[in-house]
């Protein structure tokens, strides 16, 4: 079974998730949980789908997202993050 799958023959060989495709499964995911981003200066206050997205846009790595989550301190004097 595992043969017939193989590369050329597999119905998704050649093929990519379109963004709305990737978009519909990280929302869908069991793992995914939300990142509310507070800037404490001026209490704006932003919402992102996962980890992953809230270290894109404050240029971190996923773990210091996760780190920061956990330990509730704030990141640069000016955001916090919270988990939703």
């Known amino acids: 079974m595992s043969l017939n799958n193989t590369k050329e023959k ?10 709305e495709s990737k978009v519909k499964m990280a929302l869908s995911s069991p ?10 200066e001026t ?3 932003k919402f992102f789908n996962s980890n992953v997205q809230a270290a894109k846009y404050l240029n971190v790595s ?8 956990k330990s509730k301190k704030i990141y640069k004097d000016k955001y916090q993050i919270r988990g939703i």
């Open 10 to 19: 597999h119905p998704f060989y050649g093929r990519k998730h379109t963004e």
């Open 31 to 40: 793992l995914a949980k939300s990142v509310e981003v507070i800037d404490v």
């Open 43 to 45: 209490g704006e206050k």
């Open 62 to 69: 996923e773990w210091t997202i996760r780190s920061l989550k």
